[in-house]
């Protein structure tokens, strides 16, 4: 048996590792669960999965979850310190699926104890990579990938045979709107945005998605979790999303993780590596699909991936400030008080500014992150946007 704990049970990826964990109740033991504010399905995820403890991160619904799981003896905590906590409990695996940086205390936390941790949460390393990698090497812990691509090249990557990597290739399947003209990506709506051809997931990546800043974000994760230099990673436009990405080894040799697009298959490859269970997720049926098309990205539509290169130049506090707009951007977006176009301005502006490269604790990330999104809200606000203004 393995003792697990999901952090974001509630969530699009907290669902599916959900979906393996009750297709093998042989083989995992769940710790604790923790979500945001959805008590009620905090509530049915727990005594579903048998847990010892449910954690509600927002501190006000205490009581609700109490009379939620009222009769049954599951352990109850509440607030973001209880998160933290649920995250250092005794517990092999603790699936790290908290979205934004709200996850980057627990995930630290998690690492400390020494626990493997599977992650989904791709938003702390862009921020605080090195700080979170030193943590994991100074505690024994592995970094397991669950982002699709980035399993497709865990899968493949020969770490014996480093130096013979040319290259990684991250596919992206260029979202909703890759054959959109700047024209028509002006007016569309967040519903439109939400709806991705190939993937479902959680609001924040999905919209991530449809501006391409989640291939921007996994840049800088595939830099991290592959300790890659930037020259040697490159974004391959695939819309069908059956590759999930590539190594390409020095005698041409390029190896390809396939699969559906169904998140079951990642977070089952890491939930029980090193072996291979069965999932209850999609197959694929190659005669189904007749061919697959590949296509190179188009910047000018979908600048966000150039503004992960240029972050990983400039240094930390410019990553830091680059996922903050992002997450504050997207926000504004789903709330209707910007244009889809504006997401992207709005990270290319803070990212403009002179950014500190002294970040060297969990602390600075912390504070410089508040600080940007302090930057990114009086952008959205159109205090210091005056092209908006004008237009
Ligand atoms: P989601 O919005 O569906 O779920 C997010 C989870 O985090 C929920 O359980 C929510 O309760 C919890 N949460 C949100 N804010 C919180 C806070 N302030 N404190 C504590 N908990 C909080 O998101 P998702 O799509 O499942 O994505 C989760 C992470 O995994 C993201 O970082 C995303 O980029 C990454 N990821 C997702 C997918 C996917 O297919 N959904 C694929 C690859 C990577
Ligand atoms: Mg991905």
């Not at 921020?127 to 980035?150: F, N, R, W, Y």
């Not at 939930?271 to 190179?296: C, I, Y």
């Not at 000018?300 to 830091?320: S, T």
């Not at 504004?332 to 403009?352: P, W």
Request: aromatic letters at 4%.
């Amino acid at each position: 048996m393995k003792t697990v704990s999901v952090l974001g049970v509630t969530g699009s990826i907290g669902q599916s590792t959900a979906d393996v964990i009750r297709a093998h109740p042989d083989k995992f033991d769940v710790q604790a669960v923790t979500a945001h504010t959805n008590v009620q399905k905090l509530a049915k995820m727990a005594i579903d999965l048998k847990a010892n403890c449910a954690v509600i991160a927002d501190e006000a619904l205490e009581k609700d979850l109490e009379k939620a799981l009222a009769g049954t003896d599951i352990q109850i905590m509440a607030g973001e310190v209880a998160v933290c906590n649920a995250a250092s409990m005794k517990a092999d695996l603790v699936m790290a699926a908290i979205v934004g940086m709200a996850g980057l205390k627990p995930l630290m936390k998690a690492i400390e104890q020494g626990t493997q941790v599977a992650i989904a949460n791709k938003e702390p390393l862009v921020s605080a990579g090195p700080i979170v990698l030193e943590a994991a090497q100074k505690s024994g812990t592995t970094l397991l990938p669950v982002d699709s691509e980035h399993n497709a090249i865990f899968q493949v990557f020969d770490a014996k045979q480093k130096e013979a990597i040319e290259k990684i290739i991250l596919t992206a399947s260029g979202g909703p709107f890759r054959t959109f003209s700047m024209q028509e990506m002006e007016s569309v709506t967040p519903e439109q945005a939400l709806a991705h051809p190939n993937w479902s997931m959680g609001d924040k990546i999905s919209i991530d998605s449809a501006t391409m800043m989640n291939k921007a974000l996994e840049v800088i994760e595939a830099a991290e979790l592959f300790q890659m230099a930037p020259e040697k990673i490159e974004v391959l436009v695939h819309p069908e999303s059956i590759i999930h990405s590539m190594v390409e080894y020095a005698d041409g040799s390029i190896l390809a993780q396939m699969g559906a697009a169904d998140m079951r298959t990642p977070i089952a490859n890491i939930l029980n590596w090193p072996e291979r269970v069965s999932t209850p997720g999609q197959k694929l049926d190659l005669k189904m699909l007749k061919r697959l098309n590949f296509e190179a990205l188009d910047d000018e539509r979908f600048p966000a991936v150039a503004m992960a290169y240029e972050a990983l130049d400039k240094g930390p506090g410019a990553r830091i400030a680059m996922n903050a707009a992002n997450e504050e951007a997207v926000q504004a977006f789903l709330e209707k008080e910007i244009g889809f176009l504006d997401i992207t301005a709005c990270v290319r502006h803070i990212l403009d500014a002179e950014h500190p490269q002294d970040i060297n604790t969990l602390e600075d990330v912390l504070a410089y992150d508040e600080k940007m999104r302090g930057a990114a809200k009086s952008y959205i606000l159109g205090k210091d946007n005056k092209e908006r203004k004008a237009s």
